[in-house]
């Protein structure tokens, strides 16, 4: 008789991260039957893993990752960077699905590893690239695809943030390039170059240039990038870190089509302007863009609220452990990001001179 026993759900690291996907697990589990079971939380604090347990009702609290992986079924690995690359292999060889937050490693080496390592098992598994869940996004790529708006001329995307090591982020590890392996453009906005991959095409060749303030070696806080997509076309990235705790993290998209403009200043809820031809600019309110997206999504809206839609991409993970499918973005997507972001740190080294992806 086949074992119906739910699977058994481990989240390894408790800090500012895990919180949100804890929440988000919490959610996907109380509104549909997907047989899984939130089993097991780990923290180096202990006191952290025990907060975490509490609220979620897990029967295993422990500072062990290994008893984790022993016990549970799936696996979701919060910790920071430098630890990923042990916990996947070891959960990969144990056969365990696999979340692990983004970026997958310190170094390009070790994200090539890690992506053979779950391709190897075959395991389902899935990287924290959430913005592959952004309403804003997700609609912003139907409507530029509705029609010919003819050649991208102009692709330029700010994406700023606090330097995330105090305040609400709880992360000084971030601080420390053999803990964080680099700043801003692995650490953060490894979001944008999938991003910008996805929307515009493969990525051929990158110029970029990086800088050092806040006295961290190797911990750049600013990254400007130019990538020359296979269309022929650029778009250009200005990520940095800065020293404005009220300052939420915050991205502002600017798109110039031969006919069409399209601009957002958010990253998962908000609006979309747009103009085509030489008709009014028309702002699609964040309401419509959820609706927009709710319908592309197959999904309910009288199910949904902002809160379930911010663990989306959990869902889909768990959906896809239950059903033995491929879940997205994966080990493989995220190596492809590595890889452009590897690129761009060359680059960076040569001041600048363009470097050809393979």
């Known amino acids: 008789m086949a074992d119906t026993s739910p699977l058994k759900l481990g989240l390894i690291g408790c800090g500012h991260i895990a919180r949100f996907h804890a929440r988000n697990i919490k959610d996907a589990l109380s509104r ?41 079924d799936v696996v979701y690995i919060c910790t920071e960077t430098v630890e990923h690359k042990a916990l996947v292999n070891q959960a990969a060889s144990a056969g365990k699905h696999i979340f692990c937050e983004k970026p997958l490693a310190t170094s390009l080496e070790d994200a090539t590893q890690m992506a053979a390592a779950v391709n190897q098992a075959g395991v389902v598994n899935q990287v924290g690239l959430i913005l ?9 790529q139907q409507l ?3 029609d010919d708006y003819g050649p991208v001329l102009s692709v330029h995307l700010r994406d700023d943030q606090f330097f995330p090591t105090g305040d609400h982020y709880g992360s000084n590890w971030r601080a420390d390039v053999n803990r964080a392996g680099a700043g801003t453009l692995l650490e953060h906005s490894i979001h944008d170059v999938d991003l910008l991959r996805r929307l515009f095409g493969d990525i051929d060749a990158v110029n970029c240039r990086t800088r050092e303030i806040s006295g961290h070696p ?39 089509f031969n006919r069409a403009r399209f601009t957002t200043n958010q990253d998962y809820f908000g609006s979309i302007s747009y103009q085509i031809d030489d008709q009014p600019v028309i702002t699609m309110s964040s309401d419509e863009v959820l609706a927009r997206f709710m319908a592309l999504q197959d999904l309910e809206p009288v199910n949904e609220d902002l809160r379930s839609l ?32 590897a690129a761009c740190y060359r ?12």
């Open 32 to 72: 549909q039957p997907l047989n899984i079971a939130y089993h097991a939380t780990c923290d180096r604090e202990l006191h952290r893993a025990r907060a975490f347990a509490d609220i979620a009702g897990c029967e295993l609290v422990t500072a062990d990752a290994a008893e984790v992986i022993a016990a549970c």
């Open 132 to 140: 592959n869940y952004s309403p804003v996004f997700t609609v912003l």
């Open 144 to 146: 530029m695809s509705a």
């Open 218 to 256: 190797g911990i750049e806080d600013v990254a400007v990038v130019n990538f020359h997509h296979h269309g022929g076309h650029t778009s250009t990235l200005n990520s940095v870190w800065h020293a404005m705790p009220s300052r939420q993290s915050s991205r502002a998209l600017e798109v110039f």
């Open 310 to 341: 911010g663990g989306l991409s959990d869902r889909r993970f768990l959906q896809a452990v239950v059903e033995g499918s491929r879940a997205q973005p994966d080990f493989a997507d995220a190596l492809t990001g590595h890889e452009i972001v």
């Open 347 to 358: 680059s960076a080294a040569a001041q600048g001179d363009t470097v050809v992806l393979n």
